[in-house]
């Protein structure tokens, strides 16, 4: 519930009013004021003041300090003159002090509403008024560039001419050095002394000419381009030939009698055989396309995310192109596996098993985890004795793995412990 303060010092002048509101931890920025011409409060929970002023007042010069507790107002009246009291006469009639109250609201609203709409359109103002400048900056700079442009073009233009000029006056002096002094006596004493005239003019001209040329070569050498008479050096070109790499043969540290060489080669003629992307889709794909690295790198970044389905649509792409390579297969079974689809697990343990033939030492560790990949997904399937099998196989070949021989012993007892109970 607010506490109403009633013991308030004022003051007047002729011009002015001055209020002293006690209110105790008063700060300016949580200070409510409502004021128009003729009502005035002050709220700071849990304290409230309110008056409904004597005359009308000038609420746009209204001034709030807010200061040791107290909050002083200064109120400038509307007419020069001095009250005696503070209060409206009606004060204690309430229909009339609601309807004041009800007024200032309205004014105070429609004063917001205007300051609004002032700020709003000063800010409009302010808008346009930036949009000029910018334009005008825009439009200086074009002139500028524009102008920067035209020189330049001037400039080159310019330069064309003179170069033109220069050309042609070293075409004629070419022309002239060609002509032998035999030939210059035999024109002078076949022409007439008119014929004669014209010739030493023409010669003045010239000579006048190769000056000319002559000071512009020395004084703008970086902006003429000289016409050698003399024949271009040509550049020998690199010759070519042929270098021949050779690989060092792969030995395979196992004694002779035991060695497996034959088929180890077969297993890598294979290899290099399920690379090869067929003809009728080289012209299809793009380069990333036929690169199983890349596809294979592609596949395995959408499985350690989880996006299994994604990572065998490439797997499915890349088996198209690379329909012999075994380890397609067996990565493709392990996302089938995440999804629950057991059976093209199977499958495609199968398939891997059937491409990783000849078996070498190289491919040893792919066929292992086939053969455990597959078995765990009949015994997902609930074919424990096909599960046992193969886990049997892969134990076979890595005898050494506890892992496997566990996991085998696992499902030999379970189906120990089910056949005792049928």
Not at 33 to 38: A, K, M
Not at 64 to 90: A, C, D, M, Y
Not at 150 to 172: C, G, H, L, P, V
Request: aromatic share 8%.
């Amino acid at each position: 519930m607010p506490v109403i303060i009633r013991d308030i010092n004022w003051e007047e002048t002729d011009i002015n009013l001055v209020l002293h509101i006690p209110m105790k931890g008063a700060k300016a920025n949580k200070l409510d004021v409502l004021s128009s011409d003729q009502y005035l409060k002050v709220s700071f929970p849990p304290f409230f003041y309110e008056v409904f002023l004597y005359d009308f007042v000038n609420d746009d010069k209204s001034r709030i300090i807010v200061q040791n507790g107290f909050v002083e107002v200064t109120l400038t009246k509307q007419n020069p003159r001095k009250w005696n009291q503070l209060s409206h006469p009606q004060s204690e009639n309430k229909e009339i002090m609601k309807a004041l109250r009800e007024e200032a609201l309205n004014q105070m609203g429609l004063k917001q509403k205007q300051r609004t709409e002032a700020n709003s359109s000063l800010l409009n103002a302010n808008k346009r008024e930036a949009v000029r400048e910018q334009m005008k900056l825009e439009g200086a700079e074009r002139n500028r560039i524009d102008t920067i442009k035209k020189n330049e073009r001037d400039k080159i233009s310019e330069e064309m001419k003179q170069f033109e000029e220069n050309q042609k006056i070293q075409r004629q002096l070419a022309m002239q050095n060609h002509i032998k002094p035999n030939e210059i006596q035999l024109r002078e004493e076949n022409n007439g002394p008119e014929n004669k005239k014209m010739i030493f003019e023409e010669n003045k001209v010239i000579e006048k000419k190769k000056t000319i040329f002559e000071e512009n070569t020395s004084k703008n050498v970086s902006r003429t381009v000289e016409i050698s008479l003399e024949p271009k050096l040509s550049i020998p070109l690199r010759e070519t030939c042929r270098i021949a790499v050779n690989f060092t043969s792969r030995v395979f540290p196992t004694p002779l009698r035991e060695s497996q060489t034959d088929i180890e080669e077969q297993w890598l003629r294979k290899q290099v055989e399920s690379r090869q992307v067929s003809t009728d889709l080289q012209l299809d794909l793009s380069e990333k396309e036929k690169d199983i690295d890349y596809l294979k790198e592609k596949a395995n970044q959408f499985f350690q995310q989880g996006n299994f389905q994604s990572a065998i649509g490439v797997y499915n792409h890349a088996i198209r192109v690379f329909p012999k390579v075994a380890t397609l297969y067996s990565n493709r079974a392990a996302c089938h596996f995440q999804v629950r689809n057991m059976m093209k697990c199977v499958e495609d343990c199968s398939r891997a098993l059937e491409l990783l033939d000849p078996p070498v030492p190289d491919n040893l560790l792919q066929r292992v985890k086939a053969h455990v990949r597959r078995g765990t997904a009949f015994c997902e399937l609930e074919l424990y004795a096909e599960g046992l099998l193969d886990y049997e196989a892969a134990l076979k070949l890595s005898p050494d793995d506890e892992k496997v021989r566990e996991d085998a012993q696992r499902i030999r007892n379970f189906l120990e412990k089910n056949q005792d109970f049928s």
